[in-house]
Nanobody, 123 residues
Framework: VQLQASGGGLAQAGGCLRL?????????????VGWFRQAPGKERDFVAA????????NYADSVKGRFTISRDNAENTVYLQMNSLKPEDTAVYYC?????????????????WGQGTLVTVSS
């Protein structure tokens, strides 16, 4: 499955952005779709994930209550709604898809990756 991430940009602290991850080539039907982020000089960190088949979600503690991951079956797209943004949310955000995902927090279980979209939050 090929992934196309979009929606990044510049926001002020306390603001919001919505990222999109669209699939092509095949559907997400049996996948887990996740969002990861990587700040300059840091490792790629887990943000959120959703099981496409039943909609169950998982979030990193740092974004719980502020970010919401959701899916649109008809559009074959996963969204990441980011509210109450903080400067420490600044990073390149990547969406990823995997089938046999043992631990959603570990990027090695995700076999398809989007190109990344930059989110910058100013204070």
């Amino acid at each position: 499955v090929q992934l196309q991430a979009s929606g990044g940009g510049l926001a002020q602290a306390g603001g919001c952005l919505r990222l999109s991850c669209a699939a092509s080539g095949r559907t997400f039907s049996n996948h887990i779709v996740g969002w990861f982020r990587q700040a300059p000089g840091k490792e790629r960190d887990f943000v959120a994930a959703i099981i496409w088949s039943d909609g169950r979600t998982n979030y990193a503690d740092s974004v719980k209550g502020r970010f919401t991951i959701s899916r649109d079956n008809a559009e074959n797209t996963v969204y990441l709604q980011m509210n109450s943004l903080k400067p420490e949310d600044t990073a390149v955000y990547y969406c990823a898809a995997g089938i046999t995902v043992i631990t959603v927090q570990n990027p090695k279980y995700f076999h398809s990756w989007g190109q990344g979209t930059l989110v910058t939050v100013s204070s």
